[in-house]
């Protein structure tokens, strides 16, 4: 669903999936963040040589002015998983809220894996 704001101008529209390259920016800059996931599909993805968008792993649900955002990401390891989660609900709640005017209800995270720095083989959970 698109979020739609009238102006004075005419609308503003802003898709999901720019909701979604927004909030999969904001959780890449985060320390300990090593990328984001998509889950099973990821690793068969990657196999056949697939690109991903900047908004993988990051399922976005508009609700009026609300917004409610789902991520699924992999850390890497030695982080204090915990902290470094909350630093990504931080950012990309600020983030989507200061580019978009919308309001962020939720930034729910899901840790799929941990990989270890610079290895290219992910550590399943």
């Known amino acids: 669903m698109d979020d739609k704001n009238q102006t004075e101008a005419g609308s503003i529209r802003i898709s999901d999936e720019a909701i979604a390259v927004?909030?999969?920016?904001?959780?890449l800059e985060v320390e300990g963040v090593a990328s984001m996931s998509q889950g099973a599909?990821?690793?068969?993805?990657?196999?056949?040589?697939?690109?991903?968008?900047?908004?993988?792993?990051?399922k976005v649900e508009?609700?009026?002015e609300d917004v409610v955002i789902e991520i699924n990401l992999l850390v890497e390891f030695?982080?204090?998983?915990?902290m470094?989660?909350?630093k990504v609900q931080?950012?990309?709640r600020e983030s989507v809220e200061d580019m978009t005017g919308l309001n962020v209800?939720?930034?729910n995270i899901s840790v799929q894996g941990?990989?270890?720095k610079g290895d290219k083989e992910l550590k399943r959970i």
């Open 22 to 27: 927004i909030a999969g920016l904001a959780a």
């Open 41 to 58: 599909v990821d690793g068969i993805a990657e196999m056949l040589g697939v690109k991903h968008s900047q908004g993988r792993g990051v």
């Open 62 to 64: 508009v609700r009026n």
């Open 78 to 82: 030695g982080v204090d998983i915990p």
């Open 84 to 86: 470094v989660c909350q």
């Open 90 to 92: 931080d950012r990309v």
């Open 105 to 107: 209800s939720y930034v």
């Open 114 to 116: 941990v990989k270890l």
